[in-house]
């Protein structure tokens, strides 16, 4: 079993800068690959962004791609999410999610995902 933990949330103003981070911990920790979700008040749960972790290539949403970059570090056992000129309506519960095996399902489907982070609250002043 994997375990997850978001940190790096916080307020920012439009136009503003923030790093989300995620560290995993397990006994065997092998990621297929790792995503960000995130869920705004009153919304499903979104994909925001995917690396496959061995290969290091990366999907982004429409609504993020040119703005949010998604990294890992493979000896310290974390994914990160760098956000640049953000906006009010990346407002949002961030999650982080483990894949650990490749699957049939769409990367943005969340049933691609086995284990998760609790979550970490992004708010962004326009």
């Known amino acids: 079993q994997v375990q997850l933990v978001e940190s790096g949330g916080g307020l920012v103003q439009a136009g503003g800068s923030l790093r989300l981070s995620c560290a995993a911990s397990?006994?065997?920790?092998?990621?297929?690959?790792m995503a960000w979700f995130r869920q705004a008040r009153g919304k499903e749960r979104e994909f925001v962004a995917r690396?496959?972790?061995?290969?290091?290539?990366?999907t982004y949403a429409a609504s993020v791609r040119g703005r949010f970059t998604i990294s890992r570090d493979n000896a310290r056992k974390t994914v990160d999410l760098q956000m640049t000129s953000l906006k009010p309506e990346d407002t949002a519960v961030y999650y982080c999610?483990?894949?650990?095996?490749?699957?049939?399902?769409?990367?943005?489907?969340?049933?691609?995902?086995?284990?998760w982070g609790q979550g970490t609250q992004v708010t962004v002043s326009s």
């Open positions: 999610a483990f894949s650990g095996s490749y699957n049939d399902y769409s990367i943005s489907n969340e049933k691609s995902y086995t284990s």
């Open positions: 397990g006994r065997t920790f092998s990621p297929y690959a």
């Open positions: 690396i496959v972790w061995n290969r290091g290539i990366t």
